[in-house]
């Protein structure tokens, strides 16, 4: 019988992962829900975050007196707010007759935690509580920190040569991987929430920092960029929407020069003085936290090695993607980081491998920070 629950609730997460990228700021849910060991309903959290999973799941079962005395499988506690149409998921579940719940972990949002899990008690209905928890929650680990942390979850993208560097020493990069790590690398792109780069980078490399694979365009996130003394050109990539996305221009007021007339007055543009966030214990974590403040879970970093290492060294990057082309570029080419002025190898940064896969000659490894 445990294995299952654990098989059904393993469906749940399949489904979760199924509408990663497409929900905006809202977690990633899947809903099962199941009689007699056999599947009657099944739903996602639909586009920008509504319907809500267990709603999805209710609807797609037309008999609806199949649902009392059935078992729902969620990764995520149903929200215990009510919506627009005045009814919560923890609502329509109880009206439903479902007789038990499995339950991923508790929703971090204040609104709900917990809530819901008394509320199904008080009414009767059955709780469990974190199966499969741990790969609910991975599934919602952008979500999750900017509840509880007001931070995104970081990830470092970086395409590297088979010696460890990301360009020449021209700084020329295009390309060290293939076509298929970089349509890959665009599929990564549509899945977070925005992209953060230096102002160096968008002078070097002007890049778009768009998704441009077929059908996912208008995923395109957030472009952010840390750009203290407004340097970047007028015309660069990042500050046109090619598919609606908008860009965030990090600046420092103090730093611009008086007669600089480089804020642009167009409407996919913000503009950020870092000098007015609100204050932590470091610059980084003040921009991040503004940041989160734009409903952002998941940023990506495409950036060089200045600004990588900064963010290494504070233990800020979660999760790296990286792909390893089989090219050899030689010790003068770019380091994809520099100095770490480590003296002691115990405080060395320890990235585990969580995946492996290949493109062609292309590695693809994603490795999580310990």
Request: glycine share 6%; aromatic share 8%; charged share 25%.
């Amino acid at each position: 019988m445990i294995k299952n629950h654990q098989k059904w609730m393993n469906l749940a997460l399949l489904e979760a992962l199924r509408c990663k990228g497409l929900t905006g700021k809202n977690p990633n849910v899947g809903c099962v829900i199941v009689k007699n060991e056999k599947v009657i309903g099944i739903g996602r959290t639909g586009s920008e975050g509504r319907p809500h999973a267990e709603e999805n799941s209710i609807k797609s079962i037309s008999n609806k007196s199949l649902l009392k005395s059935s078992t729902m499988y969620v990764t995520l506690e149903p929200c215990f707010h009510k919506n627009s149409k005045g009814f919560s998921c923890a609502d329509l579940v109880v009206q439903s007759g479902i007789k038990e719940i499995f339950i991923g972990y508790l929703d971090p949002d204040p609104r709900t935690s917990g809530k819901s899990v008394s509320f199904f008690r008080k009414s009767g209905i059955l709780i469990d509580v974190g199966l499969c928890g741990e790969k609910a929650k991975d599934i919602n680990a952008g979500f999750n920190s900017r509840l509880t942390r007001s931070l995104p979850y970081i990830t470092l993208k970086v395409a590297i040569s088979l010696d460890g560097k990301i360009a020449l020493k021209n700084k020329t990069s295009k390309w060290i991987s293939n076509d298929l790590s970089r349509n890959f690398s665009h599929l990564l792109r549509s899945q977070c929430d925005g992209i953060i780069t230096s102002s160096n980078n968008v002078l070097n490399d002007n890049p778009e920092l768009t998704c441009r694979l077929p059908g996912l365009e208008k995923k395109s996130p957030f472009k952010i960029v840390v750009d203290r003394k407004l340097k970047i050109k007028k015309n660069s990539k990042v500050l046109k929407s090619f598919y609606g996305e908008k860009t965030i221009i990090y600046y420092s007021s103090n730093l611009v020069k008086k007669n600089n007339n480089a804020l642009l007055n167009k409407n996919n543009i913000i503009y950020r003085d870092i000098k007015s966030l609100k204050k932590a214990r470091n610059t980084w974590l003040s921009i991040f936290n503004d940041i989160s403040s734009f409903g952002i879970n998941n940023l990506m970093i495409e950036s060089g090695p200045t600004f990588i290492n900064d963010l290494i060294k504070l233990g800020l990057i979660r999760d790296i993607h990286l792909f390893r082309s089989n090219k050899i570029l030689g010790n003068d080419g770019l380091p994809f980081i520099g100095d770490l002025n480590l003296t002691n190898m115990k405080k060395a940064f320890y990235y585990k491998l969580i995946e492996s896969r290949k493109f062609d000659d292309d590695v693809y490894e994603l490795r999580r920070l310990v």
